[in-house]
């Protein structure tokens, strides 16, 4: 499955308004998506609080995967914004 890795960019990590911003930007696509970090289970980033249960604080690194390179695109570039500026 093609994936990406990221650093977080929110400056508190992937809490609830960053997550909730990346769910609903993988609902909008309609397709799967998960997140993952080192040495941790994917999780689905269709959920925000699956998201949070990630305990990605900033600069982590996260590792995005999908079958679709526009959703994969779109949340690695949200994952590495700064959502709550």
């Known amino acids: 499955?093609?994936?990406t890795n990221v650093a977080v960019g929110s400056s508190v990590g992937?809490?609830?308004?960053?997550?909730a911003v990346i769910a609903e930007a993988v609902a909008e696509a309609g397709v799967p998506v998960t997140l993952s970090v080192a040495g941790g289970e994917p999780v689905?980033?269709?959920?925000?609080?699956l998201i949070m249960t990630l305990g990605?604080?900033?600069?982590?690194e996260v590792t995005v995967e999908s079958e679709d390179q526009a959703a994969l695109d779109t949340i690695a570039k949200l994952v590495a914004s700064d959502l709550d500026a």
């Open 14 to 19: 992937l809490h609830a308004r960053p997550a």
């Open 56 to 60: 990605a604080t900033a600069g982590t």
């Open 1 to 3: 499955m093609p994936s």
């Open 44 to 49: 689905d980033a269709g959920s925000a609080l």
